[in-house]
């Protein structure tokens, strides 16, 4: 199974802080999601990205920014983090054809006060 | 208005009962079709997968899609307190390799 590891594993911000969170897959995978876990709402995507130098713009960007650097790497920014942001943040690869499975990281936990 | 509506938002089933959760695509460019699940804590990890009209079954889990309708439903038979989770419904289109997700259903399986 894919591996997705996320750093930091929790997190507390101050508001108007910079945040980055960090996500590695070790698995080649050309796709890898952002996507942000509230009560209610399911998974929302922010950002995703096709492959090392792309990102594309998903349902909710307003806020974010997303850097995928290499095929293994790919980052969300927070650039001016706001207590809206409190949520948990989910990475995911996929193999990136329209059938693709999405193996996910274990999350990161972000509080911003 | 979320492009892909679960119902109902949560279950209650008694062990041993049969589950039915429901999905709708309001996107006519969705293909595919997709459950995950996400135990309390975890990460959402795939369970079943539909790309085609009608039905697939593994084991005491069982899938159905009507694409005219963009509708899929999960129903799991003989119910543990194991399956107790998020179900979590997504759907794709044949060209993006993004998911889009549901809200979720809550199930809750009681001994």
């Known amino acids: 199974e894919a591996a997705v590891t996320q750093s930091p594993r929790n997190k507390v911000a101050v508001t108007g802080g910079k945040v980055t969170l960090s996500c590695n897959q070790t698995?080649?995978?050309?796709?890898m999601y952002w996507y942000r876990q509230d009560t209610g709402h399911g998974l929302r995507l922010i950002h995703y990205?096709?492959?090392?130098?792309?990102?594309e713009k998903g349902d909710i960007p307003d806020g974010y920014k997303a850097s995928r650097p290499s095929q293994e790497n790919f980052s969300l920014i927070l650039e001016l983090a706001t207590p809206s942001q409190t949520s948990v943040y989910f990475c995911?690869?996929?193999?990136?054809?329209?059938?693709?499975?999405?193996?996910f990281g274990e999350g990161s936990r972000l509080i911003v006060v | 208005q979320q492009k892909v509506q679960q119902s109902p938002e949560s279950l209650i089933v008694p062990e041993g009962g049969m589950a039915s959760l429901n999905c709708t695509s309001s996107?006519?460019?969705?293909?595919y079709f997709w459950w995950y699940r996400q135990h309390s804590g975890k990460s959402p990890k795939m369970l079943m997968?539909?790309?085609?009209?009608g039905e697939k079954e593994e084991g005491r889990f069982t899938v159905h899609l009507n694409k005219a309708s963009l509708h899929t439903s999960l129903h799991i038979r003989d119910s543990q307190p194991s399956d107790s989770a998020l179900y979590l419904c997504?759907?794709?289109?044949?060209?993006?390799?993004?998911?889009?997700f549901g809200q979720g259903t809550k199930l809750s399986i009681k001994p």
């Open positions: 996107d006519r460019n969705v293909d």
């Open positions: 698995n080649n995978h050309n796709n």
């Open positions: 997968s539909i790309f085609s009209n």
């Open positions: 997504a759907a794709s289109d044949y060209n993006q390799g993004k998911l889009i």
């Open positions: 995911a690869s996929g193999e990136g054809t329209g059938r693709n499975t999405l193996y």
């Open positions: 990205s096709y492959g090392a130098g792309s990102t």
